[in-house]
């Protein structure tokens, strides 16, 4: 009992989880009290909430009873039962239906219909189903029990019956008996509701059991089965049921009352079936098959594709080829069974796809009815079921066009047939599908075909409007029959009285089958195939019967589209049911290692498992088994990131290919919000979020994930999942998106406080701008300023832009021709109204009072200010209305013409406000509101017209233009004599009518006023009028206009016939595709191209004559409509593209013969305007565009003349597309063309620009490739304004114009360009000078002074003018194009620009002399035809930049030789291909870095090249003018080598490496590598732009071959290695080439495409290969301070990346190794003014702010490095910086000297020291007897290994007779010895014999000496260090023992040394102790004198 207490102390819901059954079952005794007990709301309901489960899997039978007892009664009251409701019925399914207690059974199945009347039936039925599949056959017939309790008493509006029918076959065939039973019982249940609809689905199970089930469905009772159980929101029809059963009771019986209310709706057995993918089992030759010539083929594909459509339902697809092919049939074959046959394959089509047979409904309902004048029964039969099966598709609105065009057809069958499918289709319609803007043209049609002489027609037309009458009402059809008499309008009523209406009540009524035939006559009933339960209420196949819920449309029917993709429905399956069938379709090893603990096994599963999914069937694919296997430990949570993503990827994968339903969405979504922040998941992430929203739409999963991101913490999750739903919708469009919702989640991440969130939720919004507009902006006017300027900021960002069309999602998976037709007409009409209906809207009529509207209208204008002001403020504080205004719209027209501006211009304000809140619904007031307006534009005052003009197209904006073109209203506005009005109104037009697909009839009204205002007194209108003349054309067509002059007076007539002519010529095309208005091309021309471009789709190339006439004449066939390149068939092309790229067939460019000279006559005659303008005005435009028309296709001409610059890309990327294929005919129009361009050239967007220069480059290359040359009025009419960009401000602009000057030469004489070069040089613009004078010194460099036009003199002269320009950049160029023009003609220069002003002519001397340093001057080649020339040397590097573009012939330098050079240049070919292949082989550049063995090149042709090193006999210059013909080819092997070194630099990869091939020969052999001496730098040069074209250019073109780019690589960096192998050459590059040749050596180390390559690793290798030489051999001081520039430019530059300075730094670090070896070879002074320039623009603190801080340490490392090797003398090498204060340069040098100083001589004082201790011990030793001879022998050992130390200083501290002492004994100890090195002798007197019986000296005594000896002649200069100790070095000049008197002056000349040094130190060491005065000195001097000459005499 104590563990009976134990437990029974415990709270009730720690009982029911306790391990003790009686705990648990007393638990579930008292809980089962407490839930019958409390309060609903209780909050005691939550703590149950995660137990409940257990109550019902509970282990022990007796307990789990009670348990069950207790989760009833909890359902039954919780108020949060229904969140337990998968985990509690998942427990019932699989630990209650199995057990044998029949009481236990029946309560799990109770909580099982519990918790679907709690609302919660779906997840229920899903359970049940679910256990329908497990193994246990208990469990199954439980759950098919359940399911048939549930279905008999809840009914088959709360239970899905599809489910249920799709698993009664497989229960059929269960083994089980018992199954089998209870699936038959189920069955008849099932049977009870939906009746024969479940006929279809059962008709392949046992023939047996099919047999027991109709005697069982025989029994079932004909009344409709009742709901007896309903959910709780239903509980007031429990209530009406009651009443109904007690009446029932009581009366007997409820037929015919309010009984069948409640009746089960109709099931569609088409809901109930799977479809059938028939696309893919077409047969392969199908479409040939249909057009072959036989019958017999043509019927074997049609009865081929009869047995396909056969199956009830079929799967969606581009079903648009089959249409069209079975369209042909129809309207074409002559043989009536194939049109039979084909008529029956497209019922079928239409009945399998119903809905979605929708978008080609109209294509084919014109050619059926157009058959109908077949009269064979069986063909009329058969249309008529194809007709009928195709109207169910769509609505009678969408083909009430077609059947009015029939209509007054000639033939009466056709007549008769579409009046009796009108009847049928009325006869399915409903009154809200009639409305009267449909009927009354029907009617119409009708009433006519009531008086055809034909009575079959005339029967069929009173059936058709009987039935209209039937439908819609007498009182709706009557006035459109008040014409007819009364014989008439009886038969009219009594068709009326004999309609059934299919559904009705009528006795006797027919009703209609599903699958019926329809009869040819028309007393046969309508085929009725569309269940009334989904379809919209707009398309009731049937009215609905008196007070039946269902008839009308279920629920979601409103928002269902044709173009949508059934939603696939998913149970939610268990985890075991998910294993098995994963392990079903996954290998056992892929499964086995998910939850492995090694990462790298779970990497390799995962690998797998993507490999299986991606391969996998989609009819096999269990989606949502896969994606909760990923889910697997560890899961979700996984921490390597590759598996992740792999995971990721595999979610993608099978959302893409799997029949992915919601339920298996929202097992991953959680996950992968959590990941979408991820930095390496991220990206995956999303592309997996995208892939769910195709397949389960984008509306559904952005609601889910936005929830669930911002139901999380993470701040970069939230901003990414902003991030990834503005770009998916541009990708899935903004239909279906909950834009509430939306804004409420953006509203809470405006407030957020990370930055991110913000940033994306403005992101977000610009892109819902684009497809909501400015009404957007309404919702956030509540948030804070700063945040609303934000987001005001973007929106101006997309201001002008449209929404891209969608790439994904339903859109583009069922779009096609007739959809987009649809849509655009919907655009036309307003159709921004389905997005804005998402806005909940206000009803402010009750606001409008009656009190506001007086004040409105009041007589007193400031209390119609005050209404005015009110009603502002009721649209302001509404946001967005519903369209009811009250008798507000009748007052405010009024205020539109009040005498009161201000309140006119208000009003106007209000107009504004209420077009953005109203939206579409506008429609319905622009009729009373709208067109006041029109007249307000007629108002004298300017300001009021711009207001009326802007509120106009305010209200255009939401409205279209077709409400306001309908009617007399716009027609009477033109009427008015005002001229403001008319010249207003007919510019809205002209802008407004151009966008309209098709326009109202009534524009015709517009007509007559038109041609008025073409005559009218105002220019102004004159002109707005001629404008509007072309548009109106567009749409009403030549000769309805033309007809409408035929009113006016005959000399008016003439007059706007004329200008007809000419508006006919111009008129644009439409914007959307073809119209069905007059043509818009010579009538004679446009329907013969029309018919050919048709039958060149959809005949065989064999044609009657007929129809291929029009063919002989291109000139009038529409260059549109041309066939594409020999495609028959027209079926192929994806129906998405549709008509609009099909009128983009066909050529852009139309050859027009002697079309340009008809210009240039036209243009010299003065016909038309001069191409001359400073900017270009209207005239020339329309002049440009009218000259086009003709030359170029309709829709290239919209592009080119839009206003839209996306526009103008379009066209150009058209014409780039077409450029090689159209050379002719783009040259026939090159003039107009080239004219085009220049407009573009005054463009602001960069974009145009940028890509109009792209495709200028193209051409311009190609027509030098075709040898073309630009007439003069071609040049004329472009040069100039090319010359205009050549001062553009972007860098990258001007590189491409100059690009093209340089490719322009090559197709236009360089004499011509250079007059307008000189023209340019006049501009205001610096930089347009600056350049001009650029490319001016180009010219001259290139081609010599011939080209300088009208002559030299006064060229030069203007030229010359500009070295004293105001601007530095202009005086530089205009110096350097001198310095050019000397380098060509020496000092002729100057008499040829005659006087300048001293300092001008003082600038150009200067200039001159220093560039003669640089480069000799060479001399100019004459320009001759064909030829291209070399580049003379030139200090600008932009003269190799020029020829670089230009594709020039390679010159093998190895054939030319002096004397035949001209002869072997002049047959070259510009197409040659190199010899041998230039590959790095990289074993060879390894060798050539060990050893410099000789290596080979490829092979090539071997030359002599002798005569290059032959000496040339220069002749003196001399001052006369050189002769124009001068030929700079026998110039010499200098004038070769630029010609082959300008080839380098060559665009044409071939010449360039053909060029370098031959240079490689050259420095390959070491002697005549000297020939290269002088060329270094251009060669450098040449090759470094080479490989900046490389880069930018070549690899970026992907026409070219990657193989040749990297051949090119392989050739520069083979010669560039060769190159710096040969020391003098590589020592002879400047630093500026150094500079760029290593900045594009890293530019390429860094390019990624190399990287990725196959030979980007070896291209990588050898080009650090390269680099550690140029490293090496270059000279050291360039190289160093090339690189310290590079760091410069790279840390300055915003666009430079930091690898770029990383890898900058890393040579600088590799040459600070080399210092030490190198120190002595460089000029520090150029060093340090590096350094100085580089501290000058980095400062301490700006280095250190930067990103990282190793510039810093480099620079450091540097001086250093400086310092130590260079010492204190460091600081003697700024000379060259001028203000050394600009820098921290010298403080830092200080700094560090001082450092290093500071070290050195604390290392001195530290060994001073240690050697004092060490002589104290030894004097100690010397000054006692015992250890004196010892002491002696130590000192002289310590002397020995010491000799630095002075022992001078250290004996003078001792007493005079100790350090006498000393001196003698060391000196006696060197003479015993024989070592003589340490005493001191005398400096003369020396002799250099040793003396005999001496050791021989060593050689170093004999270099010491010969040393000291030139010391002592002056021939070597003495270091302080040198000069020290020279008696003490002299004594090796003599071996001879000392005599005392060498002892005496030996010892003197010390201690004078001694002195003299001391004194020398004075100044520098002031800490020094004092030496004696100077007058000692003096008498130790004579002294030393005196000792000499007694030496003498001795001697």
């Known amino acids: 009992m104590g563990d009976d207490s134990d437990w029974m102390k415990l709270p009730v819901d720690q009982k029911c989880e306790h391990k003790i059954w009686k705990a648990r079952l007393n638990g579930y005794e008292e809980a089962l009290k407490l839930f019958q007990r409390i309060d609903d709301k209780s909050p005691e ?583 909760r296997m990923l889910a697997k430990k560890p899961g979700w949570k996984e921490t390597n990131f590759q598996v992740m993503q792999l995971k990721l990827q595999v979610v993608a994968v099978v959302a893409q290919r799997g029949r992915f339903s919601k339920t298996s969405a929202s097992v991953v979504l959680d996950a992968l919000v959590e990941k979408v922040g991820d930095v390496k998941c991220g990206g995956k992430a999303k592309d997996a979020l995208t892939a769910i929203g195709e397949a389960c739409s984008l509306s559904w999963i952005s609601e889910q994930v936005v929830s669930l991101a911002f139901a999380q913490k993470n701040p970069k999750n939230q901003a990414e999942t902003l991030n990834w739903l503005a770009n998916a919708m541009k990708e899935f469009g903004f239909t279906g998106i909950n834009v509430k919702a939306f804004i409420n989640h953006v509203k809470t991440a405006l407030g957020a406080s990370n930055p991110a969130i913000r940033t994306a939720a403005i992101s977000l919004l610009g892109t819902m701008y684009l497809y909501m507009g400015a009404s957007l902006r309404m919702f956030f006017e509540d948030e804070k300023a700063a945040l609303l300027a934000q ?521 011509r360009i250079f007059p307008f070069l000189m023209e340019g040089t006049k501009s205001k613009n610096s930089k347009q000078r600056a350049e001009c004078l650029e490319e001016l010194g180009c010219l001259i460099g290139f081609y010599g002074m011939s080209v300088c036009q009208p002559t030299a003199a006064k060229s030069l002269k203007e030229i010359a003018v500009h070295i004293g320009d105001r601007d530095t950049s202009v005086r530089n160029t205009a110096l350097n194009t001198m310095v050019t023009v000397y380098n060509v003609c020496g000092e002729q220069v100057y008499k040829l620009i005659g006087n300048l002003s001293e300092k001008d002519m003082s600038m150009l001397e200067e200039r001159i002399k220093r560039s003669a340093k640089k480069t000799p001057a060479s001399t100019a080649p004459t320009p001759k035809q064909g030829e291209e020339k070399a580049l003379p040397a030139h200090s600008n590097a932009s003269l190799l930049l020029k020829p670089s573009n230009r594709v020039q012939p390679p010159i093998k330098l190895s054939q030319i030789s002096l004397n035949t050079l001209v002869q072997s240049q002049q047959a070259e070919p510009s197409h040659v291909i190199p010899v041998g292949e230039f590959h790095l082989d990289l074993e060879l550049l390894e060798q050539l870095e060990s050893d410099h063995t000789s290596d080979e090149l490829p092979d090539l042709v071997q030359h002599q090249l002798d005569n290059l090193l032959d000496s040339v006999i220069i002749p003196e210059p001399k001052l006369r003018p050189v002769p124009a013909n001068f030929d700079e080819l026998h110039a010499g092997p200098s004038s070769t080598i630029n010609l082959v070194i300008s080839q380098v630099a060559s665009g044409d990869i071939n010449t360039s490496m053909q060029a370098l091939a031959q240079i490689d020969e050259v420095l390959r052999q070491e002697s005549r590598a000297e020939v290269m001496v002088g060329h270094i730098d251009q060669f450098l040069i040449a090759t470094s732009l080479q490989l900046r074209l490389a880069h930018s250019t070549h690899m970026a073109d992907t026409r070219l071959p990657k193989e040749d780019i990297f051949k090119l690589y392989s050739c520069a960096i083979g010669n560039m290695l060769t190159l710096f192998g040969v020391a003098r050459l590589a020592r002879e590059a400047s630093m500026g080439v150094l500079k760029d040749l290593v900045q594009g050596l890293v530019t390429v180390l860094l390019d990624p495409r190399i990287e990725e390559s196959q030979d980007g690793q070896q291209l990588i290798r050898s080009v650090n290969m390269l680099l550690r030489r140029l490293f090496e051999g270059s000279d050291q001081t360039n190289i160093l301070s090339a690189l310290l520039v590079l760091l410069q430019d790279s840390l300055l530059s915003s666009a430079c990346s930091p690898k770029f300075s990383e890898l900058i730094m890393k040579c600088l670090w590799r040459m600070i190794r080399f210092l030490p070896d190198t120190i002595n070879r460089l000029n520090l002074d150029k060093i340090l003014l590096d350094v100085h320039n580089f501290m000058k623009l980095f400062p301490k603190d700006r280095l250190r702010q930067l990103k990282t801080d190793t510039p810093h340490r480099t620079l450091k490392t540097l001086l250093h490095t400086l310092c130590r090797l260079a010492g204190p003398t460091i600081l003697d090498h700024l000379s060259l910086i001028e203000d050394k204060s600009e820098s921290e340069l010298e403080a830092h040098l200080k700094k560090v000297v001082k450092s290093a100083k500071t070290e050195r001589e604390t290392a001195h004082t530290v060994h001073k020291s240690k050697d004092a201790e060490v002589l104290g011990e030894i004097f100690k030793n010397i000054s006692s007897k015992e250890n004196s001879k010892e002491g002696l022998s130590k000192l002289w050992e310590f002397k020995q290994r010491h000799p630095e130390v002075d022992l001078a200083s250290h004996l003078k501290k001792l007493p005079q007779t100790f350090q006498t002492f000393v001196e003698h004994s060391l000196n006696t100890l060197c003479t015993e010895r024989g070592d003589k090195a340490r005493i001191p002798s005398p400096t003369t007197g020396v002799g250099l014999d040793p003396t005999p019986g001496r050791e021989e000296l060593r050689p170093s005594v004999y270099q010491e000496r010969l040393k000291i000896l030139r010391q002592l002649h002056g021939l070597e200069n003495d270091k302080p260090q040198q000069r020290e100790d020279e008696d003490e070095r002299a004594a090796l000049l003599s071996m001879t023992p000392p005599s005392s008197m060498v002892v005496l002056q030996s010892k003197m000349s010390q201690i004078l040394h001694n002195r003299q040094s001391q004194d020398q130190a004075r100044p520098q060491s002031p800490s020094r102790p004092a030496n004696p005065d100077s007058a000692s000195t003096g008498n130790l001097a004579d002294l030393m004198k005196r000792l000499q000459k007694i030496k003498g005499n001795q001697q």
């Open 45 to 627: 309901w939550a703590k149950y909430q995660g137990i409940i489960k257990k109550f019902v899997t509970d282990s022990n039978a007796v307990a789990q009873l009670k348990g069950l007892e207790a989760v009833l009664a909890y359902v039954v009251n919780a108020h949060v039962a229904f969140r337990t409701v998968g985990e509690v019925v998942s427990g019932v399914v699989c630990k209650v239906f199995n057990k044998p207690k029949a009481r236990a059974k029946e309560l799990g199945s109770d909580i099982c219909l519990m918790y679907i009347e709690i609302e919660k039936g779906d997840t229920v039925q899903e359970e049940l189903i679910k256990g329908l599949e497990n193994k246990n056959p208990k469990i199954v017939v439980a759950c098919v029990e359940t399911i048939r309790r549930s279905l008999c008493e809840f009914g088959s509006k709360t239970v899905t019956l599809k489910p249920i029918v799709k698993v009664l076959p497989k229960l059929f065939e269960s083994r089980e008996k018992a199954v089998r039973d209870e699936a038959k019982l189920l069955a008849v249940e099932v049977y009870r509701w939906i009746r024969d609809s479940l006929r279809p689905p059962l008709q392949n199970i046992n023939s047996v059991q099919l047999k027991e089930l109709e005697e069982e469905w025989v029994k079932v009772p004909s009344s409709a089965p009742r709901q007896s159980r309903f959910l709780r929101s239903q509980q007031d029809r429990r209530a009406k049921f009651e009443e109904q059963q007690a009446e029932a009771g009581s009366n007997g019986d409820c037929e015919d009352g309010d009984c069948e209310d409640e009746s089960a709706p109709q099931v569609d057995p088409y809901e109930l079936l799977d479809p059938v993918e028939i696309l893919s089992k077409l047969p392969k030759d199908f479409y040939e098959k249909i057009e072959a010539k036989k019958w017999q083929e043509r019927k074997e594909a049609l009865e081929a594709l009869e047995m396909l459509v056969k199956h009830p339902k079929l799967d969606n697809g581009d079903y648009g080829d089959v249409v069209r092919a079975l369209k042909r049939v129809i309207g074409k074959d002559t043989n009536v069974v194939l049109v039979s046959l084909a008529a029956k394959c497209l019922a079928g089509l239409a009945s399998g796809l119903r809905k979605k047979f929708g978008t080609y409904a109209c294509q084919v309902v014109p050619t059926i009815l157009d058959k109908f004048k077949d009269k064979k029964p069986a063909v009329v039969q058969s249309l008529q079921e194809a007709i009928n099966a195709v109207f169910l598709t769509t609505t009678l609105q969408n083909l009430s066009e077609d059947m009015l065009a029939v209509m007054d057809n000639k033939n009466p069958s056709i007549k008769q047939q579409a009046s009796l499918f009108l009847a049928r289709s009325i006869r399915l319609s409903t009154p809200s599908t009639l409305p009267k803007s449909l009927l009354k043209p029907l009617c119409a049609a009708l009433i006519k075909q009531v008086n055809d002489p034909a009575p079959e027609v005339r029967d069929a037309a009173f059936e058709a409007l009987g039935t209209a009458m039937k439908v819609a009402g007498e009182k709706a059809v009557n006035p459109f029959l008040a014409d007819l008499d009364k014989l008439k309008l009886g038969k009219i009523k009594e068709s009326a009285d004999n309609v059934e209406l299919a559904g009705g009540k009528k006795g006797g009524a027919e009703k209609v089958k599903p699958g019926s035939k329809v009869q040819p006559q028309s007393e046969a009933p309508a085929k009725l195939s569309r269940p009334p339960k989904k379809a919209p209420v707009s398309k009731d196949v049937s009215v609905a019967k008196k007070g039946k819920p269902g008839a009308a449309g279920g629920p979601g029917a409103k928002s269902k589209k044709p173009g949508e993709t059934k939603e696939i429905v998913e149970t939610e399956l268990s985890v075991e049911v998910c294993d098995e069938l994963a392990a079903a379709v996954l290998p056992a090893s892929c499964v086995k290692m998910l939850d492995s603990s090694n990462w790298k096994e779970r990497l390799a599963s995962m690998e797998e498992f993507y490999k299986v999914v991606e391969q996998m069937d989609i009819s096999e694919m269990p989606c949502q088994a896969l994606v």
């Open 791 to 1311: 987001i005001d900021t973007e929106f101006d960002k997309m201001q002008g832009q449209t929404p891209p069309t969608p790439t994904r999602g339903s859109t583009k998976r069922t779009g096609g021709q007739e959809e987009g037709e649809e849509s655009k007409e919907q655009e036309e009409e307003g159709s921004a109204g389905d997005i804005m209906d998402f806005l909940p809207r206000t009803d402010i009529s009750d606001k409008i009072t009656e009190d506001m509207v007086s004040k409105v209208g009041d007589k007193n204008w400031k209390i119609r200010k005050e209404g005015l002001n009110e009603v502002a403020a009721v649209l302001s504080e509404a946001k967005f209305i519903k369209p009811s205004l009250g008798d507000l719209p009748i007052t405010l027209k009024g205020r539109l013409t009040d005498s009161n501006k201000i309140l006119v211009l208000q009003t106007l304000s209000i107009m504004q406000q209420m077009a953005t809140a109203m939206g579409p619904s506008l429609k319905q007031h622009v009729k009373t509101l709208g067109i006041p307006v029109i007249t307000v534009l007629g108002d004298i005052k300017n300001t009021v017209r711009a207001a009326a003009m802007a509120t106009l197209n305010s209200w255009v904006e939401q409205t279209g233009m077709k409400e306001w073109l309908e009617g007399e209203e716009l027609s009477e506005e033109l009427k008015r004599e005002n001229p403001f009005l008319r010249q207003e109104v007919l510019g809205w037009l002209a802008v407004h009518l151009p966008t309209m697909r098709s326009v109202p009839s009534d524009l015709m009204l517009c007509v007559p006023p038109l041609f008025g205002c073409l005559e009218d007194r105002n220019v102004d209108v004159r002109k707005r009028a001629q404008d509007a003349l072309p548009v109106f054309m567009m749409h009403l067509g030549f000769d309805k206009m033309n007809k409408a002059t035929g009113k006016l007076k005959p000399a008016s007539k003439d007059q706007v016939v004329a200008m007809l002519d000419k508006a006919r010529a111009v008129m644009p095309a439409k914007s959307a595709g073809p119209a069905k208005a007059a043509p818009t091309m010579p009538v004679a021309s446009v329907p013969p191209a029309k018919a050919l471009a048709a039958l060149s789709k959809t005949q065989a190339p064999i044609e009657d004559s007929a129809v291929a006439e029009p063919k002989a004449d291109p000139k009038k066939v529409k260059p549109g409509a041309l066939p594409a390149k020999g495609k028959a068939v027209a079926g192929k092309k994806p129906l998405g593209k549709g008509k609009e790229e099909e009128g983009k067939s066909g050529p852009i460019f139309t050859l027009v013969p002697n079309g340009k000279d008809l210009r240039v006559k036209d243009e010299k005659s003065l016909k038309v305007l001069k191409w001359n303008f400073g900017s270009p005005r209207d005239e020339y435009v329309e002049q440009l565009k009218v000259q086009m028309a003709p030359c170029v296709a309709k829709w290239l001409q919209e592009e080119l003349f839009s206003h839209d610059f996306q526009h103008h890309i379009k066209a150009i990327n058209s014409m780039i597309e077409c450029l090689e294929e159209e050379h002719e005919a783009t040259v026939a129009c090159l003039d107009l063309v080239l004219k085009w361009y220049t407009l573009r050239f005054f463009d602001t967007n960069t974009s145009v620009l940028m890509k109009a220069l792209e495709y200028l480059k193209l051409l311009f290359l190609s027509l030098s490739k075709h040898n073309y040359h630009l007439s003069e009025q071609e040049a004329t009419s472009f040069i100039p304004y090319l010359v205009l960009k050549v001062g553009e401000s972007k860098d990258v602009v001007r590189k491409d114009v100059r690009a093209i000057m340089g490719m322009l030469c090559k197709v236009y004489p360089a004499s």
